[in-house]
T-cell receptor, first 114, second 115 residues
Framework: KNQVEQSPQSLIILEGKNCTLQCNYTVSPFSNLRWYKQDTGRGPVSLTIMTFSENTKSNGRYTATLDADTKQSSLHITASQLSDSASYICVVSAINTNAGKSTFGDGTTLTVKP | NAGVTQTPKFRILKIGQSMTLQCTQD?????MYWYRQDPGMGLKLIYYSVGAGITDKGEVPNGYNVSRSTTEDFPLRLELAAPSQTSVYFCASSYLQHYSNQPQHFGDGTRLSIL
């Protein structure tokens, strides 16, 4: 069964600090891994998309890494801001499956405090 | 561009009532999806469509129906509302299928309570 597990479930950090969120998956055969940011009361917004051959991808202060051998990904947030407070969702897709089926993690809720 | 627009934003239904959640996108995307998000849980796929006239079931389709008569619109129908359908519903669209390197674009959700 395809699974995506995210840790920690929640995290509180002070403004200006860095943090790293984890995503472990068992989806196979692997196609891509996405990180989304979901603000409270809003829909998810794409941060990064990584394929099998990509180890690192950045989007501003967000840097995602992928280790396809260990089936792990991380999302590193640098110099956090209050606006980074949100839920971060890891999504993994498999190749050649029915068009609609990706596996979503339960998300990590990040709170940035002043 | 408006992106993906969902209406209504909030709704309270009584058990046994029916309603349609509306979703429209202006990006000319072929692929559209309906998800539900329960508190603390990941998004679950209800139905998806790969183009006008073509729909298919996702993980949790029971109690729901969809249609796709145009590229832009993908409404979700609840026929006999049950308390278990209390959730936040998200519509999404994408240019290519999910295992391509194209992101899904999400609406801001419909918050539905069944009492």
């Amino acid at each position: 069964k395809n699974q995506v597990e995210q840790s920690p479930q929640s995290l509180i950090i002070l403004e200006g600090k860095n943090c790293t969120l984890q995503c472990n998956y068992t989806v196979s055969p692997f196609s891509n891994l996405r990180w989304y940011k979901q603000d409270t009361g809003r829909g998810p917004v794409s941060l990064t998309i990584m394929t099998f051959s990509e180890n690192t991808k950045s989007n501003g202060r967000y840097t995602a890494t992928l280790d396809a051998d260990t089936k792990q990904s991380s999302l590193h947030i640098t110099a956090s801001q209050l606006s980074d407070s949100a839920s971060y969702i890891c999504v993994v897709s498999a190749i050649n499956t029915n068009a609609g089926k990706s596996t979503f993690g339960d998300g990590t809720t990040l709170t940035v405090k002043p | 561009n408006a992106g993906v627009t969902q209406t209504p934003k909030f709704r309270i239904l009584k058990i046994g009532q029916s309603m349609t959640l509306q979703c429209t996108q202006d990006m000319n995307h072929n692929y559209m999806y309906w998800y539900r998000q329960d508190p603390g849980m990941g998004l679950k796929l209800i139905y998806y469509s790969v183009g006008a006239g073509i729909t298919d079931k996702g993980e949790v389709p029971n109690g729901y129906n969809v249609s796709r008569s145009t590229t832009e619109d993908f409404p979700l129908r609840l026929e006999l509302a049950a308390p278990s359908q209390t959730s936040v519903y998200f519509c999404a669209s994408s240019y290519l299928q999910h295992y391509s390197n194209q992101p899904q674009h999400f609406g801001d959700g419909t918050r539905l309570s069944i009492l």
